[in-house]
């Protein structure tokens, strides 16, 4: 079956950012000249005002920012907001966002990368973001996770009555495993795919024998979901520190117009030129012995260079598990590798998929996947790795399936032909109904190939700590050394309790901007090589 391609909207998310800018700017043109006359006329009262701002007198050091997702525009627009202007972002990719990617398939924005904002309340920096900038309209939309049909692979719909019940069992199960980590009792607890096996046999136990064989296939369908949470394989997740995630009040939302727009104050407020795309780097200098040369340099695969007081880093796990040792000269110290090695790093896919004809009633479409244990232990397949396949929220038309773990990363091998064939052949054989149409068009994230991203975001695994997670985030050289800080470190990964969010992304990125900030105040501008800490 060929998939005919045309009804694809190219799209580019820059352009849809500068356009929001446009938009935006419009609106707040007349309030910006009041602000920059004010300014102008009481400049010290404002600095007064904002204890951050940088003395306008004093030297201002030079920063490079390696990335351009939610982690480095978030530190170049905390350093405009506080007077810096010397910091170039370098972005390997043609667009910003990172992690953030939209796109349009038929008559919605599907997003290829991050879908919610994790926390939709005042406690989230991205939902505050995203309301400031008037992307959010009330009433908020939070999906009901407890809703769908779970459906087993022998073509039966479980009983609503049953799949409600094993749905909150499990979800109590789920409750416990996240409690091992504040109880803290000293006594390991292994796998989390174990810890929650032994759990759901035990319960099991206490649903009627006629119910067991559905209540368990509802439960053990659902550890595929949690593995979309983790990226991986539950077998590799700490019980341990499962717990160790901070869930943030007021579900998860969407942002209806697509996540990307949320870039749009933070890229409209830097200075012109700053973000340089397409400029991946091949190594980066730090460390210089003597005065006489920069303290880091940039390089690119291009062969230009740029010189650096500080470089904050924001590239993935990914990418630091497989180019620490060719990145940094000199190499990272053991205690950050052992770091970048014992943190896991998970990879998820999704797959969209355009009907001209939808075989489901408009929001009432998603169809969980009720794999047995003995289906999820055979792992010949890519297929075993669907979750499940939900409705877009604001499209009558596209499916999305969620693919997690190496099957995530087995699935991107697949031409679009085979993925549609084994889409649709799942689909019809959990339904049973072998009449279920192919889609009109596919279009699917491949995060693992792609050798800036080398898969989706960080997890707890069976090695893990939060000391890791810190480790990876403190700069190099350390706060025990003479020399002040060259290499800072921010994304996901370095932001223990609100790793593999997009908020916790932000707030690594606010976190090293203001590590810049108190430390151009300490030295009174750029520090010198030679400078020793107080």
Known sequence: MLLSKSRFLSWRPQEYVRSLARLFSDAKCDARRDLAECTKRAK???????PCMRDPCKPEPNIVIVGAGMAGLSAAHRLVQCGFQNFTVLEATDRPGGRIHSCW?????????????????VANPVFNLAAQEGLLKAPLVRPDPSRGLFCTSDGRAIDMSVSIMAYHTFRQIEQQAAALFTLGCGRTHGTLLNFMAVRIQQELHNFPEEQRYDAARVMY????????????????????????????????????LGYVGVLAPLLRDLPSNCVRYCKPISIIRWGAANDACPRAVVKCCDGEEFPADYVIVTVSL?????????LFCPGLPAEKVEAIN???????????????????????????????????????????????????PNSQHVLCAWVCGREAADM???????????????????TGDPTLP?????????????????????YMAMDSTVGHQCDLANPLPGTCESMPPILLFAGEA????????????????????????????????PPRKSSVKS
């Not at 010290?44 to 904002?50: D, G, S, V």
């Not at 398939?105 to 309340?121: F, K």
């Not at 990914?318 to 060719?326: A, D, I, M, N, R």
């Not at 085979?418 to 052949?425: H, I, Q």
Request: proline fraction near 3%; hydrophobic fraction near 35%.
């Open 105 to 121: 398939l038929g008559d919605v924005v599907t997003e290829m990368g991050a879908t919610w904002i994790e926390g939709g309340s």
């Open 494 to 525: 370095t932001i223990p309790g609100h790793y593999s969010t997009v908020h916790g992304a932000r707030l690594s990125g606010i976190r090293e901007a203001e590590r810049i900030i108190r430390l151009t105040k300490r030295y009174n501008g």
């Open 44 to 50: 010290f009262e404002i600095c007064q005002l904002n």
């Open 318 to 326: 990914g990418v630091l598990k497989h180019q620490h040792s060719k």
């Open 221 to 256: 369908g659902m550890t595929n979901c949690v593995r979309c949470r983790c990226g991986d394989d539950l077998s590799l997740v700490s019980a341990n520190q499962f717990g160790s995630y901070i869930d943030i009040p007021g579900g998860n939302i969407r942002v209806p």
């Open 342 to 392: 014992r943190l896991g790093y998970g990879h998820v896919n999704k797959i969209f998929l355009e009907y001209a004809r939808p075989f489901w009633v408009w929001k009432e479409g998603c169809i969980k996947l009720a794999w047995s244990a003995e289906e999820l232990a055979d792992r010949c397949d890519w297929v075993k790795g669907v979750a499940h396949v939900e409705e877009l």
């Open 412 to 430: 991107e091998f697949c031409s679009d032909e085979e993925v549609v064939e084994s889409l649709t052949t799942i689909l019809r054989r959990f």
């Open 438 to 458: 192919y889609p009109a068009n596919v279009l699917r994230s491949k995060w693992c190939m792609d050798q800036y991203f080398a898969g989706a975001y960080s």
